[in-house]
């Protein structure tokens, strides 16, 4: 059972960027896609990127096309999100996810999820 811990939140300001890691125990994360998705407050939880096992195929919610970009070092059970010019409504709790073998955007095809990290932007 892999494991997921999400790591890099924090406060910062509109326009700068940020990078979340989510570290993976076990040996089958490099099987599996994996994807971020997030909860802003009193919205429910939305898609935001997936990618591939082998990292070749990734999707992007429209909101983030072109400013966020996922990434994966399976040498390193570890699974990135690259956040660059951050808008207000970025803010949210950032979960990683994973446990299916194709990338999508539904959120119950994945099984194990993080705990979450929070990102906060400010004007």
């Known amino acids: 059972q892999v494991q997921l811990v999400e790591s890099g939140g924090g406060l910062v300001q509109a326009g700068d960027s940020l990078t979340l890691s989510c570290a993976a125990s076990?040996?089958?994360?490099?099987?599996?896609?994996v994807a971020w998705f997030r909860q802003a407050p009193g919205k429910e939880r939305e898609f935001v990127a997936t990618?591939?096992?082998?990292?070749?195929?990734?999707d992007y919610a429209d909101s983030v096309k072109g400013r966020f970009t996922i990434s994966r070092d399976n040498a390193k059970n570890t699974l990135y999100l690259q956040m660059n010019s951050l808008k207000l409504e970025d803010t949210a709790v950032y979960y990683c996810?994973?446990?299916?073998?194709?990338?999508?955007?539904?959120?119950?095809?994945?099984?194990?999820w993080g705990q979450g990290t929070q990102v906060t932007v400010y004007s």
């Open positions: 990618i591939s096992a082998n990292g070749i195929y990734r």
């Open positions: 076990g040996r089958t994360f490099s099987m599996y896609a």
């Open positions: 996810a994973t446990g299916i073998s194709i990338i999508t955007r539904t959120e119950a095809a994945y099984t194990t």
